[in-house]
């Protein structure tokens, strides 16, 4: 592959405006590389040289490097200048709090951040060192910001990291507000030109004790007889989790000493997301071990958490609509149990997660929503907001303090319902196997198609158009389709990712009553399995 002078010259136009040393050296070697034909090396810097990272899923995420399509200080000086833009023009003048993870560059870019937006006049509160990313979602409230920017890649791989912005409600963004930024970012001048502040113009505020004084107050029960075993998978959150439990009342907490505290590199993982196979073996080989009663595992960034319990052949992962649904139950249930039911309350999930919860809300009174994928959406499901969730472990339990998804404080309250069950002679399958008698069996599952942006346009326009004989279709959003039968759901969205179309499948079975609790279930694999099957002919059509 040959250079061509127009990518020669936006990499050298790119690397003038770099202030920082590291990385301009970083792409001047690239560029050498390419110039003088080194094998791979056009291509590196075409790549790098492709465009700004789009502002995605609450910000930006891409791998450490050089260049506009990477994380680095000239592309969050970017970022930050227009952010800042987008709130003076807002009218915004009040503080904008920053927090980071301990990925590699989060530190610097954390420090580019508070720069920028000091420059631009903003008091900044810099939260101090690596912590996770529901303190930054509370301390945007807990402060009064007028918006946060938290670094993190959460659960990507080592390579990457990110940019999560919050607005005054706590909240990740949702557009119009994305799109309004990432235009601002676009007429934002060069980074070396982006003004900046004095390091004396940032404040450091910790409101860890704060955030621990609310979790510690989130369990329903009183039995806190509990052994657990937890993971933070070489991220953010050990610290803070162990704390949390702690104050919950939760003391008997044994962390995996290998994967304890923080590390780039995430050495002991493949890939350190918990819904990874092979993730959770270290929690799960300590629980087998000290003999626990629940295994937890938190992602990098603390946003997330997944569950395991014992089973009769070894350790069981519970999915996350599993979770979901119990932890839902749990608090709407512990509520009127204690005689101070929520007022009115709303729970909510989306459109690709169990439709278990409209049930549960129902047998409790409560009113349910169902939202797009995202938790920019699931907290803003309407008011009266006192639980959310979605199906890929993120889990709002206290609203009112995290407008997010909480790993820690998830952990919390599934230790508090773990707990009450265990002093009753009970576990979390038993409660799972009571809402199936109450509500039916739901069985969920998500399966992906690769397929190039032209090819899943079409598809989602064929099943829209002419859906399967038997099947109704709904269209939630412009890249959401619903198809809807008999005890039985199909939604198939593109990735926002990757390139592929990503499908989720449910099958409901209702259950006769207790005995014929094992028939339904064994009816509802069945069925799946057959769903599963027509599903991938049909996205293979």
């Keep these: 592959m040959t250079l061509r002078p127009d990518l020669r010259d936006a990499a050298t136009r790119w690397i003038a405006d770099d202030p920082d040393p590291q990385t301009r050296t970083e792409l001047q070697r690239v560029l050498a590389a390419a110039m003088v034909g080194t094998p791979g090396a056009v291509e590196d810097l075409s790549d790098r040289m492709s465009g700004m990272l789009r502002f995605g899923t609450a910000g930006l995420r891409g791998p450490v490097r050089a260049g506009p399509a990477g994380m680095n200080v000239a592309v969050v000086r970017r970022a930050t200048a227009g952010l800042a833009a987008w709130l003076a023009g807002r009218g915004e003048r009040g503080p904008v709090v920053v927090g980071r993870d301990a990925r590699h560059g989060s530190e610097a870019f954390a420090a580019a951040a508070a720069e920028v937006l000091a420059g631009a006049g903003f008091p900044v509160l ?18 009064g910001g007028v918006a946060g920017v938290q670094i993190t890649a959460s659960h990507n791989p080592p390579a990457d990291n990110g940019y999560k912005v919050y607005l005054a409600d706590g909240a990740q963004i949702a557009p119009p507000a994305d799109t309004e930024i990432e235009a601002a970012i676009a007429a934002s001048p060069p980074a070396v030109a982006v003004p900046t502040g004095a390091a004396g113009a940032v404040s450091t505020v910790d409101v860890s004790e704060a955030y621990l004084d609310r979790v510690g107050r989130l369990p329903r029960g009183t039995a806190r007889q509990l052994r657990v075993a937890l993971t933070p998978l070489h991220g953010v959150g050990g610290a803070t989790a162990v704390h949390a439990l702690h104050r919950a009342g939760f003391t008997d907490v044994h962390v995996v000493a290998a994967q304890a505290v923080p590390d780039p590199d995430f050495p002991t993982v493949a890939f350190p997301n918990p819904e990874e196979p092979g993730a959770l073996d270290a929690v799960l080989a300590l629980a087998a071990e000290v003999d626990a009663d629940l295994a937890i595992a938190l992602d990098p960034d603390a946003d997330r958490c997944a569950l395991a319990v014992p089973a009769a052949d070894g350790w069981r992962m519970l999915t996350g609509d599993e979770t979901g649904v119990l932890l839902g139950d749990h608090l709407l249930r512990s509520g009127a149990a204690r005689g101070v039911p929520y007022r009115d309350p709303l729970v909510a999930t989306t459109v690709v997660s169990s439709s278990m919860l409209r049930s549960v809300a129902a047998a409790h009174g409560a009113r349910y929503a169902e939202t797009l994928t995202g938790f920019k959406w699931i907290v803003r499901g309407g008011p009266g907001l006192v639980y959310g969730y979605e199906e890929a472990l993120g889990y709002c339990v206290d609203p009112g303090a995290v407008r997010d998804k909480d790993g820690i404080a998830a952990a919390v309250l599934a230790c508090d319902l773990a707990a009450g069950l265990k ?9 799972l196997d009571e809402l199936a008698v109450a509500h039916g069996v739901h069985r969920t599952e998500g399966l992906s198609v690769r397929l190039d942006p032209a090819g899943r346009h079409a598809m989602l326009e064929r099943l829209r158009t002419a859906p399967p004989a038997g099947w109704t279709a709904e269209r939630p959003a412009p890249d959401v389709l619903v198809l809807r039968r008999p005890g039985e759901r199909l939604v198939v969205r593109p990735s926002g990712t990757e390139p592929k179309l990503k499908a989720y499948l449910e099958v409901v079975e209702p259950v006769a009553g207790g005995p014929g609790l094992d028939a339904a279930t064994s009816a509802a694999q069945a069925r799946l399995d057959a769903l599963r099957a027509e599903v991938l002919q049909l996205l293979d059509a």
Excluded: C
Aim: no cysteine; aromatic share 4%.
């Design 126 to 143: 810099a939260l101090p060192g690596p912590l996770p990313t529901p303190l930054l979602a509370f301390a945007v409230r807990e402060l």
């Design 423 to 431: 002093a009753a002679g009970l576990s979390l399958p038993d409660r």
